[in-house]
């Protein structure tokens, strides 16, 4: 299962890269291919191609701000939550997901 993710805070620092972290270590632990798009005061980082969006199973938007171009998720099964879930329930976010998803 092949995973695209955001994560962004308002401000794009701290959390926006420890829910990245989180997401990436958490689905590498499930044996899932995660990617994390990172938007945040520098821009955006590890950007999701179009071709990873063909491929995608399911997208996570873990973001307490606005996520650009969100449109390009128009198509994909998601969960939209808070940046600060995967960081304290990431284990459950992922439940979530595989349930719903898989």
Do not use: W
């Not at 520098?42 to 995608?56: F, P, Q, S, V, Y």
């Amino acid at each position: 299962m092949f995973i695209v993710c955001i994560a962004a805070c308002p401000t794009g620092v701290a959390h926006t890269f420890m829910a990245a972290e989180a997401l990436e270590v958490k689905g590498k632990a499930l044996g899932l291919e995660v990617k994390v798009e990172t938007q945040g005061s520098m821009g955006a980082d590890n950007i999701i191609t179009a071709e990873d969006l063909a491929r995608a199973d399911a997208a996570i938007l873990a973001a307490d701000v606005a996520v650009n171009d969100v449109e390009r998720f128009a198509d994909i099964p998601k969960i939209e939550c808070s940046v600060a879930d995967p960081i304290k329930h990431g284990d459950e976010l992922f439940e979530a997901l595989i349930k719903e998803f898989n």
